[in-house]
């Protein structure tokens, strides 16, 4: 159960929270398997995706998602939006108010901009993403992988590799798994570390060598360069040499270690591609598949008390 109106991170989750999600996402996942309909959970819902930000997979997964639980999805427009014409958030949350959406998936480049949005509209939102801050949804769907595909997910050493200082997915997840019981350990120049993260009570080292010994879980993150003012990388190539993922580096984890990245993935700056594709080791595809029954169950979950629900049920 989720008792709380908003998703908004992991920073605060409890661990029987994370797990009532990603025990629903099983079922759900499942059931798209399996053909197994469940149009009628958010039948009288409207779910409105906000994003910001370009974004592929996850809008399309909430997208995809509410359309499964029979909610009406609404996609808002925002390249011609009153926002390109200077509207403020917060002038935007009391005109959404006023079309009574029940859920708002909300991506923006500004970290803290779905805390301060929820903080406005009546309706549950769920944070896909703010800035560099956190992305919710991303780690869950990490956690669930992990289980399905080691059978557990604690009491493992999970290492972290990139770019770490601009990355929500490092965030989210640092915060998720040690809430269920891991060790992190966060591997990357020290220019994408960002200075005082130890206090998270994660291990640091710049040395790929070093943070991969006897892991359980390598996840790749993608440099964010658009967050990125220049100056952080010497060149691609020699990122690539240090911190790419390879079947070199890959040696000194454990034999039956996972491979993740949360797309999109540029192969040969931050993972080889040959790896990316081994579908023994790389569960890349997988965290999209699983994605799409994480967003099911939180869009589900946070709605379970709405009055507009009870009506249909009855
Ligand atoms: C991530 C994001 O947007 O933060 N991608 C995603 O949600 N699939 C990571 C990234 O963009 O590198």
């Given at each position: 159960m989720l008792n709380r109106k908003d998703l908004l991170g992991t920073f605060d989750l409890s661990k029987e929270e994370i797990l009532s999600i990603i025990e629903l996402a099983e079922q759900y996942s499942f059931d798209n398997k399996n053909n197994v309909?469940?149009?009628?959970?958010?039948s009288n819902i409207t779910q409105i995706n906000l994003f910001f930000e370009n974004s592929t997979r996850t809008q399309?997964?909430?997208?995809?998602?509410?359309?499964?639980?029979?909610?009406?999805?609404?996609?808002?427009?925002?390249n011609n939006s009153s926002q390109s014409k200077g509207e403020t958030l917060l002038d935007l949350a009391s005109t959404l108010n006023s079309m009574f959406p029940d859920l708002l998936v909300i991506r923006h480049p500004n970290s803290g901009a779905a805390q301060l949005i929820s903080e406005k509209v009546k309706c549950s939102v769920i944070n896909a993403g703010d800035g560099n801050h956190e992305h919710p949804t991303q780690a869950l769907l990490d956690a669930q992988t992990i289980r399905k595909r080691l059978g557990k997910v604690s009491g493992l050493q999970i290492a972290i590799c990139g770019d770490i200082a601009h990355s929500r997915v490092a965030r989210s997840?640092?915060?998720?798994?040690?809430?269920?019981?891991?060790?992190?350990?966060?591997?990357?120049?020290?220019?994408?570390?960002?200075?005082?993260?130890?206090?998270?009570?994660?291990?640091?080292?710049?040395?790929?060598?070093?943070?991969?010994?006897?892991?359980?879980v390598v996840m790749v993150l993608r440099l964010q360069k658009e967050r990125m003012g220049g100056g952080f990388l010497a060149s691609e190539r020699e990122y690539?040499?240090?911190?790419?993922?390879?079947?070199?580096?890959?040696?000194?984890?454990?034999p039956n270690a996972i491979i993740m990245h949360p797309g999109p993935m540029n192969r040969g700056v931050e993972i080889d591609g040959d790896l990316a594709d081994d579908l023994n080791r790389s569960v890349i595809t997988e965290q999209v598949e699983v994605g799409l029954a994480i967003r099911m169950a939180v869009l589900d979950l946070l709605t379970r008390k709405h009055p507009l629900r009870k009506k249909c049920q009855e």
């Open positions: 309909s469940n149009s009628k959970v958010l399309v997964s909430f997208e995809i998602a509410g359309t499964k639980l029979g909610a009406n999805v609404v996609n808002f427009p925002l997840n640092i915060f998720c798994l040690k809430t269920l019981g891991n060790s992190i350990r966060l591997i990357g120049p020290k220019t994408l570390i960002p200075s005082g993260i130890e206090d998270f009570g994660v291990a640091v080292t710049h040395n790929m060598f070093d943070g991969l010994q006897d892991a359980d690539f040499h240090y911190y790419g993922l390879d079947e070199k580096k890959m040696k000194h984890t454990k």
